[in-house]
């Protein structure tokens, strides 16, 4: 059974940081391509970071030079660096994995889903 599982959510001010991460287990992690997504209150899913077997990142451009994407494959972990953080990056944010991604911050090209851990930006 495929299983995400995210921590290091939590409460911070504008322009602090938080580190997500995400520990994968009964997949072959160093083959997946992995992302996070993130979904506000009232708002759709969306895709926020992503990084494939190889390496390749992609980014949102509204966390573009914000957040950072990283893989250990040794920890079958996931990490997201969060700077900077502003008002609207409040949401949950999610772990997701699959081995196969037309478009890597496509949440519907994405199998399995962790549950999400809670961000929230505020003063």
């Known amino acids: 059974q495929e299983l995400l599982v995210e921590s290091g959510g939590g409460s911070v001010q504008p322009g602090g940081s938080l580190r997500l991460s995400c520990v994968a287990s009964?997949?072959?992690?160093?083959?997946?391509?992995m992302a996070w997504f993130r979904q506000a209150p009232g708002k759709e899913r969306e895709g926020v970071a992503a990084?494939?077997?190889?390496?390749?990142?992609k980014y949102a451009d509204s966390v573009k030079g914000r957040f950072t994407v990283s893989r250990d494959n040794a920890k079958n972990t996931l990490s997201l660096q969060m700077n900077s953080l502003k008002p609207e990056d409040t949401a949950i944010y999610y772990c997701?994995?699959?081995?196969?991604?037309?478009?890597?911050?496509?949440?519907?090209?994405?199998?399995?889903w962790g549950q999400g851990t809670q961000v929230t930006v505020s003063s």
């Open positions: 009964g997949l072959r992690f160093s083959d997946y391509t």
């Open positions: 997701a994995a699959h081995w196969f991604v037309h478009d890597a911050l496509d949440a519907s090209d994405y199998k399995t």
């Open positions: 990084i494939n077997k190889g390496g390749a990142l």
